[in-house]
Structures are given as structure tokens and as C-alpha cells.
């Protein structure tokens, strides 16, 4: 797929900033649910980003509302104001690296002799997994998914089921499945 350039707002929620991309962009990606692109942050309001050659490899998270979003690099938080306008670059990518594996999880895996069985799953099935798990807030539910994922595992499942993957899952800023920030 090509390179697709767009521009967007730095956008602020709690203490994250974070991209939305523009429905016309989103609409090109492989999926509705989660994607991974190679980002460059090229302006910010017509002036340049001193590491604009630096492409980040980032998750495209789906927002609930068949477009995605991706928080901005920790390196350039500081340097971008909210509202500010970005002249970006999306380039998506077709291999997906493995995601950070929480301990609770790790934990239940070794429990349950799925450890093996977890790592042998292709990136894109162990961030259903991960995304699964990181949709609530609240311990409980958390703890009853890791519970119900070894078992599932154990059963030969690779992916969870019943799992919309079109929506948005990071509970720190979205509801519902939908992200909270509008344009």
C-alpha cells in the first residue's frame, strides 16, 4: 500500500495527546479494526518537525466510528501544542510486532502451560488477545477475561470470539467502545 499523506489536529484528552485520522485516510486501511503504519510527522501549522526523516512505527487503534487514532510519540509531546495542525505521512504496514504482554496476564499464561502456546500465535491474534483484556477498567472484569482467555486457550481458540475488533479499547480514553474526543 502507498505512503497516504494527511493532515490532522493534535488532539488532548486527560494527559494524552493523541491523532485522529481523517475518515478519507482511515477508509484506505486493510481493516476497521486495528491496523499498524509507519508514521512521519513532517509540520506542525506550517512549521517543520526537527525529526521529520524519523518514521514511527505505531498502532492504529480503530475509534468506534469506522475511523483510527494512535497516540503521539512520547518524543514529540512536548514539541506539539494541542489544536496544532500536523502535515503527516501514513505508510501501512503488513507485519505487526508483538505487543507488551501485562505480568497478570504473563502470570496466568505460565499457570495455565499456554505460554508456548501464546507465543505461537501470529502479533495479530495475540493483540486480540491484548485488546480483549485492556477494554475495562474494572479489576474484576479484567481478571474474569484473563480467566476466560486461558480457558479458551486451552480449548485450542486462538483469537477470542465475540470480540468487535472495530472498537476503540484503551478504557483511558474511550467509552463504550467509542472514543470519547469529537472533531
Same mark, same amino acid.
Given at each position: 500500500?502507498?505512503?497516504?499523506?494527511?493532515?490532522?489536529?493534535?488532539?488532548?484528552?486527560?494527559?494524552?495527546?493523541?491523532?485522529?485520522?481523517?475518515?478519507?485516510?482511515?477508509?484506505?486501511?486493510?481493516?476497521?479494526?486495528?491496523?499498524?503504519?509507519?508514521?512521519?510527522?513532517?509540520?506542525?501549522?506550517?512549521?517543520?518537525?526537527?525529526?521529520?526523516?524519523?518514521?514511527?512505527?505505531?498502532?492504529?487503534?480503530?475509534?468506534?466510528?469506522?475511523?483510527?487514532?494512535?497516540?503521539?510519540?512520547?518524543?514529540?509531546?512536548?514539541?506539539?501544542?494541542?489544536?496544532?495542525?500536523?502535515?503527516?505521512?501514513?505508510?501501512?504496514?503488513? /507485519?505487526?510486532?508483538?505487543? !507488551?504482554?501485562? #505480568?497478570?496476564?504473563?502470570? &496466568?499464561? +505460565?499457570?495455565?502451560?499456554?505460554? *508456548?502456546?501464546?507465543?505461537?500465535?501470529?502479533?495479530?491474534?495475540?493483540?486480540?488477545?491484548?485488546?480483549?483484556?485492556?477494554?475495562?477498567?474494572?479489576?474484576?472484569?479484567? /481478571?474474569?477475561?484473563?480467566? !476466560?482467555?486461558? #480457558?479458551?486457550?486451552?480449548? &485450542?481458540? +486462538?483469537?477470542?470470539?465475540?470480540? *468487535?475488533?472495530?472498537?476503540?479499547?484503551?478504557?483511558?480514553?474511550?467509552?463504550?467502545?467509542?472514543?470519547?474526543?469529537?472533531?
Amino acid at each position: 500500500m502507498p505512503t497516504l499523506p494527511f493532515k490532522s489536529d493534535v488532539l488532548v484528552y486527560g494527559n494524552h495527546k493523541i491523532i485522529k485520522l481523517p475518515n478519507e485516510i482511515s477508509s484506505q486501511l486493510s481493516s476497521r479494526g486495528m491496523n499498524f503504519a509507519e508514521i512521519r510527522f513532517l509540520s506542525s501549522d506550517g512549521r517543520a518537525i526537527s525529526d521529520a526523516a524519523t518514521a514511527y512505527p505505531l498502532p492504529l487503534e480503530p475509534d468506534g466510528n469506522k475511523s483510527h487514532w494512535f497516540y503521539v510519540p512520547e518524543s514529540l509531546c512536548d514539541a506539539l501544542v494541542p489544536g496544532s495542525t500536523l502535515e503527516l505521512q501514513l505508510t501501512p504496514q503488513d /507485519e505487526w510486532p508483538s505487543p !507488551v504482554v501485562p #505480568d497478570d496476564f504473563i502470570e &496466568g499464561l +505460565k499457570q495455565s502451560s499456554l505460554y *508456548d502456546f501464546y507465543h505461537d500465535l501470529t502479533s495479530k491474534a495475540q493483540w486480540e488477545w491484548m485488546r480483549w483484556i485492556q477494554m475495562t477498567n474494572n479489576p474484576s472484569t479484567r /481478571e474474569k477475561r484473563i480467566t !476466560v482467555s486461558m #480457558d479458551k486457550m486451552h480449548k &485450542g481458540m +486462538k483469537r477470542p470470539c465475540c470480540f *468487535d475488533q472495530t472498537r476503540c479499547t484503551d478504557y483511558r480514553i474511550c467509552s463504550n467502545g467509542m472514543l470519547k474526543i469529537t472533531l
